[in-house]
């Protein structure tokens, strides 16, 4: 079975939101883990180094990334257990993200917002986090992890095409 696409795209004040989400049968203390801590971070995303701590940067490996380079990752703002703001600058440009969760009956949903100042290369970005969003729930299912090839390029013009669905606010922030 293919992925499906859940990216939504919102125009703010500034530029545009590009919003995946995911749901986990965990309480947010469980799933802040699997987004903090370096050996959980590792099975899905890349182990990080250094001293994690608003208004530092660490260092994280790319593990699932060609030739798994690290980059500096800055932490913006940190509130456990419900929201992670995090910026970074690579040869793809600048990445200005959060990482929000909200509990309710036994369920914790992610959502993962990039500030986009442009929405060009929508088609891969967009792939790349359902790609990584899936090994998330992957590493925390004990399930195969997926392959790459299954989200780009079957995905790009689902995100391409996102700028002329995208809704207005009253979402994430």
């Known amino acids: 079975m293919s992925p499906i696409p859940t990216g939504r795209l919102f125009r703010t004040g500034t530029g545009s939101d590009l919003v995946l989400s995911r749901t986990f049968r965990a ?69 200005h993200l959060e990482l929000l969760l909200a509990e309710a009956d036994g369920s914790t949903e992610l959502r993962l917002v990039q500030h986009l100042t442009t929405e060009d290369g929508l088609g891969e970005t967009g792939s790349g986090w359902e790609y990584y969003l899936d090994l998330l729930v992957a590493s925390r299912e004990g399930g195969p992890r997926p392959d790459f090839d299954d989200y780009h390029p079957a995905m790009k013009a689902y995100f391409e095409e996102l700028p002329a669905r995208a809704e207005t606010p009253g979402h994430v922030r």
């Open 27 to 95: 309480s947010a203390e469980d799933v802040w883990a699997s987004l903090t801590e370096t050996e959980r971070t590792a099975r899905w995303f890349g182990p990080w180094e250094g001293d994690a701590a608003p208004g530092r940067t660490v260092r994280v490996q790319m593990a699932f990334e060609e030739g798994t380079p690290w980059c500096d990752l800055r932490i913006e703002a940190c509130d456990p257990p419900r929201r992670l703001a995090l910026s970074m600058i690579d040869e793809s440009g600048a990445w």
